[in-house]
C-alpha cells in the first residue's frame, strides 16, 4: 500500500501501478482493445468545475412563473403576463429554508417553456416588465442573487431552450427560418447599456440571437453563476429550429468560467424524475462521439450505463456526473396545499443518501406558492432534512482511530494507493455503535476505479462482514443495521488498474419509526406497513428496514385528522373505501412522518361494460384488478379512446377518480379527456374535463376532483389527448373515490 498527496494537474501518483498514461477529461478509445479502454478509463477525471460541482452535494431547484397561478406543469406561451399575479415575494426565506437543508446552490428557472421571463430583461416584453409586481419593475433573479449572497449560496440559471412564447406568436423569432448571419452579441438596446462591455459576434438565426442576448443578460448582471441548466424536453417544435450550441458554449465559458453546463458535456441527467438511483453510477460514461465537439447530447436513462462491457463498445471516454433531480411536491410547480402532496422527510433523506452517497448530485425543487414564499409544509421537511443530515454526518465515529492516516485526515488531497494486498484496517480505542460508512476515492487524481468492495466489522473479536457494493467514485455511503465495533476492514475485490481512497468516516443514523406504505386491494381491504427501504444490498438476507425500526405501533384515520396514539391502532387489514386514510408509525415516543393515500371504492363486483379496444395481453380488466403492474392498453387507432365500467350498483357519492399510469414504457399516458356518469347505462352526464401533464418523465398517480360529489352507477372516460401523441391509451388502474 502506497500513500500520496494530490498534485493537481501533474498526472497521477500511481504508486507501484504505474502508467504512462496522463489524466484527461476525455479519451479517444475508437478500435482499443478492452484492456486498454479500461486502462484509459482509469485516467479519466473531472475537471476543476466538475469537482466543485460533485462537492456541492445538494442542491436546489426553483420552478417560478405563470403555471404557479395557473395550477399547470407545462403552460401554452399564450398566457398573458397578468395570470403572473405575484403581489409578495420573500427570497431570504427561500434561502434561509435552503440553507437550513444543508444545500450549497439553488438553480433558478429564469425562462421555462412558455418562454415567461422572470427578471428585466431588453429582449422581450413576455415577462415580469408585463405585469403588476412592483410596476413592472420587479425582477426575481435580482431578489435572489442578493438573498444568495447574504445566506452564502451559489447561483445557477435555468434557461429553456424550448420557448413555446416564440413560437406561437405571428412574429416569434422560434423556427422563423431567417437565415444564418453574424450578429454581435449582445445586441445594443438604446437607454439599457451593459457595465459588462464585452462583446462577441457569431453567426446565428434569430432564435440563437435572442437566447445569446438573454444568456448574456444572465451571466454578466446576476453574480457568479455557477451553473448552467439546459432543459431537454420539448413540448413543441417548428420550422427545424436548431440550437447553435457551440456559440452557447463559448460565451458560457467566456463569463461564467466557473459554471458547468447541465444537459451537456459537463452534467448528465440521472433518466428520471422521481428520485430513483443506479445501485451503480459510474460518472465514466461512453460516447460514440467526441463529447467535447458534440452539439447534442441524448438523455442517458440505461441501468447499465458504464460497466466494463458497456465502455469497451465505446469511441470515446469521458467524465460527467450526474444529477439527481426531483421535487418535493407532486409536480415541477406549485398547485395548492389541498390536494398537491409534499415528500415526507424520511423521502427526502433516503434520496439524499441515495444520490450524494451513490456518486451523484442531488437536486431537490422547492416550488414557491402564490405569495412568493415556501410552503409552511415544505419548510418543515427541508429544516427536518437538514437537522438529520447535521445529526448523522457532523459526527465522525472514528475520530481518534488508528489506521492510513490519509484516509482519516478529512484532507482531500491526500489518498492511499492500494496497490499491494487491497485492504486495509482501521481501529477504535473503543467500540462504537454504526449504521452509516462513507467512502471516497481520489477521483480528481486517480479516477474512479474501485469496482466492488466489502467491509468487515470486527465484533467480539470476530471479523463480520457487514455491508459493501460495487463502485465508490466521487463518494459512497452504506447504510446497514446497527453493529458495535471496534475494528473495521476494507477490501477492495474489483478494480479497474490499482484504486485509491482519500476518505473513510462511519456514523450513526438514529432510527425512527418508517415511512409507511397504504395498499387496497380490489375487495376494499386496506393493508398498512412500513415501506420496505431500499438498501442497495442484502448480503446476510436480513431486511435492514425491519431491523432498524423494531418496536412501532401504526395507527391511522380516515376523518382527515392528523392520526396520534389515541388514533386507531392498525392490527391487521380493514375494510375502507371511499376515504382518506392517513397513517403514522410510532417508536417510543416518536412520530413517525403522517402516510397520506386516497383509497378508492370497492372494485369487488365492477366490471367493464364497454371500451375503445383492449390489445393483446392487455385486456380492459387490467384497469381495476388493483394490480398497478398489470395495464390495459387500447389498440393502435388515433384519439379518443374510452372505457366504461359498471360499479355492480349505484353509488351515492363519487367526488373524483385516480389514474395511474402503467411504467413499462412511455406508451398510452392519458394527458386529456373527460368524465361522464349515468345512473342507468343510457343517459350520460358530463361532469368534468381533466388534464395530466408531463407524464413520461413523472409517471405518479394523479388525481381529478369533481366540481360535486355525484351519484351514478356507471363511470365512463373518454380520453383525447395522449402523452406525446400516442396511438393508444394505457392504464394500469383506475380508482374512483
Not at 403576463?81 to 437543508?101: G, H, I, N, S, Y
Request: net charge negative; glycine share 8%.
Amino acid at each position: 500500500m502506497a500513500t500520496a498527496s494530490m498534485a493537481q494537474g501533474q498526472g497521477s501518483t500511481q504508486g507501484n501501478g504505474a502508467s504512462p498514461l496522463t489524466n484527461a477529461n476525455t479519451l479517444c478509445v475508437e478500435n482499443d482493445p478492452c484492456e486498454v479502454v479500461m486502462e484509459k478509463a482509469a485516467h479519466i477525471v473531472p475537471t476543476p468545475n466538475q469537482l466543485a460541482a460533485l462537492k456541492n452535494e445538494f442542491i436546489a431547484f426553483i420552478h417560478f412563473g405563470p403555471n404557479t397561478f395557473t395550477r399547470k406543469e407545462w403552460g401554452t406561451g399564450m398566457e398573458s403576463p397578468e395570470v403572473f399575479a405575484l403581489e409578495t415575494l420573500d427570497t431570504d426565506q427561500w434561502c434561509r429554508a435552503m440553507k437550513a437543508a444543508g444545500m450549497k446552490m439553488v438553480i433558478f428557472t429564469a425562462k421555462h417553456h412558455d418562454g415567461f421571463v422572470l427578471w428585466q430583461s431588453r429582449y422581450t416584453d413576455h415577462g415580469i416588465m408585463s405585469t403588476r409586481f412592483r410596476d413592472g419593475k420587479g425582477d426575481i433573479l435580482k431578489d435572489l442573487s442578493r438573498s444568495c449572497q447574504k445566506y452564502g449560496l451559489k447561483l445557477g440559471v435555468y434557461l429553456s431552450p424550448a420557448d413555446l412564447f416564440q413560437i406561437e406568436s405571428p412574429d416569434g423569432l422560434y423556427g422563423n427560418l431567417n437565415k444564418y448571419t453574424k450578429r454581435t452579441i449582445p445586441r445594443e438596446v438604446p437607454g439599457r447599456p451593459f457595465k459588462d462591455t464585452r462583446k462577441f459576434e457569431f453567426v446565428v438565426d434569430d432564435y440563437n440571437e435572442y437566447f445569446l442576448n438573454q444568456l448574456f443578460e444572465l451571466l454578466t448582471e446576476y453574480g457568479p453563476i455557477h451553473e448552467v441548466w439546459f432543459d431537454g424536453a420539448h413540448p413543441k417544435r417548428k420550422g427545424g429550429q436548431t440550437y447553435h450550441y457551440k456559440a452557447w458554449k463559448e460565451l458560457i465559458h467566456t463569463l461564467a468560467p466557473e459554471a458547468v453546463i447541465f444537459g451537456r458535456e459537463d452534467v448528465r441527467w440521472c433518466g428520471n424524475e422521481g428520485g430513483w438511483t443506479r445501485d451503480t453510477e459510474w460518472n465514466v460514461v461512453p460516447y460514440q462521439a467526441n463529447p467535447d465537439t458534440m452539439t447534442h447530447f441524448a438523455d442517458m436513462t440505461k441501468k447499465d450505463l458504464a460497466s466494463r462491457n458497456e465502455l469497451c463498445k465505446a469511441k470515446y471516454l469521458h467524465y460527467q456526473q450526474a444529477e439527481v433531480n426531483t421535487s418535493i411536491r407532486e409536480g415541477w410547480f406549485y398547485r395548492d396545499d389541498t390536494h398537491q402532496r409534499t415528500r415526507s422527510a424520511d423521502d427526502v433523506f433516503d434520496i439524499y443518501e441515495r444520490a450524494v452517497g451513490g456518486n451523484a448530485t442531488f437536486l431537490l425543487n422547492i416550488p414557491p406558492n402564490r405569495e412568493g414564499r415556501f410552503s409552511d409544509t415544505d419548510v418543515a421537511v427541508l429544516e427536518e432534512v437538514g437537522r438529520r443530515i447535521r445529526q448523522t454526518y457532523d459526527v465522525n465515529l472514528l475520530a481518534g482511530a488508528e489506521g492510513p492516516k490519509e484516509v482519516l485526515d478529512d484532507d482531500d488531497d491526500t489518498y492511499i494507493v492500494l496497490d499491494g494486498k487491497r485492504e486495509f484496517e482501521i481501529r477504535m480505542p473503543q467500540p462504537v455503535r454504526i449504521n452509516r460508512i462513507m467512502l471516497q476515492e481520489a477521483v480528481a487524481e486517480m479516477s474512479e476505479r474501485v469496482e466492488s468492495f466489502v467491509v468487515d466489522a470486527r465484533v467480539d473479536g470476530t471479523w463480520k462482514e457487514i455491508a459493501g457494493a460495487t463502485n465508490i467514485g466521487y463518494k459512497r455511503i452504506l447504510r446497514f443495521p446497527d453493529v458495535e465495533t471496534d475494528g473495521l476492514r476494507f477490501r477492495v475485490t474489483d478494480s479497474r488498474l490499482v484504486p485509491s481512497i482519500s476518505h473513510v468516516s462511519a456514523y450513526y443514523y438514529r432510527s425512527r419509526p418508517p415511512r409507511l406504505s397504504v395498499v387496497q386491494d380490489a375487495k376494499g381491504m386496506v393493508s398498512i406497513t412500513a415501506r420496505r427501504q431500499d438498501f442497495g444490498w442484502n448480503r446476510n438476507e436480513q431486511n435492514a428496514a425491519e431491523n432498524l425500526n423494531a418496536g412501532y405501533q401504526i395507527y391511522y384515520t380516515t376523518d382527515g385528522t392528523d392520526p396520534d396514539a389515541n388514533s386507531s391502532l392498525y392490527t391487521g387489514p380493514v375494510a375502507l373505501g371511499g376515504c382518506t386514510v392517513k397513517a403514522v408509525a410510532i417508536l417510543g415516543d416518536e412520530r413517525g412522518s403522517v402516510c397520506t393515500e386516497v383509497v378508492g371504492w370497492p372494485k369487488e363486483g365492477w366490471k367493464v361494460l364497454d371500451k375503445s379496444s383492449e390489445s393483446s395481453g392487455h385486456q380492459a380488466d387490467a384497469a381495476m384488478d388493483a394490480n398497478p403492474d398489470t395495464y390495459w392498453s387500447s389498440a393502435e387507432s388515433p384519439v379518443p379512446h374510452f372505457i366504461t365500467i359498471d360499479l355492480g350498483k349505484e353509488q351515492p357519492r363519487l367526488a373524483g377518480f385516480a389514474y395511474t399510469p402503467q411504467t413499462r414504457n412511455a406508451q398510452g399516458m392519458m394527458a386529456a379527456g373527460k368524465v361522464s356518469v349515468s345512473r342507468d347505462g343510457k343517459s350520460w352526464e358530463e361532469v368534468t374535463t381533466f388534464e395530466f401533464g408531463n407524464l413520461v418523465n413523472d409517471p405518479t398517480k394523479r388525481f381529478c376532483q369533481f366540481p360535486n360529489p355525484v351519484s351514478a352507477r356507471y363511470v365512463r372516460i373518454d380520453v383525447t389527448a395522449t402523452e406525446g401523441g400516442s396511438k393508444t391509451v394505457a392504464i394500469a388502474e383506475l380508482d374512483l373515490f
